[in-house]
């Protein structure tokens, strides 16, 4: 397993189009998170998917936001009108179920979403 | 509102000295830390975590202390060294694990 893998790693856009972005979490994982960074900040919560249930959505989440994990593998985040406020670093992660053995989550490098 | 505050954007120390990152929260139902180090243009990788039962885990170089009364940890990196040096995010989690709240990330230098 090679990781968390996420394409594509830069995405430019005008402003108004839409982006869709993919996740291939570690296969074992039966979770799925999405976190969104901007310069100078720290990761933000987005959402979370447990097998392919979407269990808890953060309110930064709007509704031109959507995220899917159709069979509780991959996962796809589409943002529909972009905004240049949409411009960040969309972080996929996943991580085993919270117990023991549990070490956090393994993130994905990243993909780079400018919009212009 | 900033739950996780690293109130020191940056960090310098020499090479073989002990590095020290700090972190503080707010919320009282945080019950699971972590920190994750930071290279640019990859995603944060996991460090060290530490569960409120504990006050102190240690994992080679790396020793992350907790101080629940004071809503308080921090990350000891002994001895540095020049590969260390990178973003560290502290993060927390109440209710298992569900989320993770991150700081704003202090950016270590180690310098030869």
């Known amino acids: 397993d090679t990781g968390v893998s996420q394409n594509p790693r830069h995405k430019i856009t005008k402003r108004g189009q839409n982006v869709t972005f993919r996740c291939d979490p570690i296969?074992?994982?039966?979770?799925l998170y999405w976190y969104r960074q901007t310069l100078g900040q720290g990761p933000e919560f987005l959402t979370y998917?447990?097998?392919?249930?979407?269990?808890?959505k953060s309110r930064l989440l709007s509704d031109r936001f959507s995220a899917e994990r159709p069979k509780g593998s991959f996962s796809t985040l589409e943002i529909q009108r972009t905004e240049q406020g949409d411009s960040a670093m969309y972080l996929c992660?996943?991580?085993?179920?919270?117990?023991?053995?549990?070490?956090?989550?393994?993130f994905g490098s990243g993909t780079r979403l400018t919009v212009v | 509102d900033q739950q996780v505050k690293q109130n020191s954007p940056s960090l310098s120390v020499q090479e073989g000295r002990i590095s020290i990152l700090n972190c503080d929260y707010t919320?009282?139902?945080?019950?699971?830390f972590l920190w994750y180090k930071k290279y640019p243009a990859e995603g944060p990788t996991f460090l060290i975590s530490?569960?409120?039962?504990?006050d102190k885990n240690e994992d080679g170089r790396f020793t992350v202390f907790l101080n629940k009364s004071a809503k308080h940890l921090s990350l000891h990196i002994v001895p540095s060294q020049p590969g260390d040096s990178a973003v560290y995010f502290c993060?927390?989690?109440?209710?298992?694990?569900?989320?993770?709240?991150f700081g704003t990330g202090t950016s270590l230098t180690v310098i030869p």
């Open positions: 919320n009282s139902m945080f019950d699971y």
């Open positions: 530490i569960s409120s039962i504990k």
């Open positions: 993060a927390a989690s109440a209710e298992g694990g569900n989320q993770f709240y």
């Open positions: 296969s074992e994982h039966n979770r």
């Open positions: 998917f447990q097998n392919e249930a979407q269990l808890e």
């Open positions: 992660a996943s991580s085993l179920v919270p117990g023991e053995g549990y070490s956090g989550y393994t």
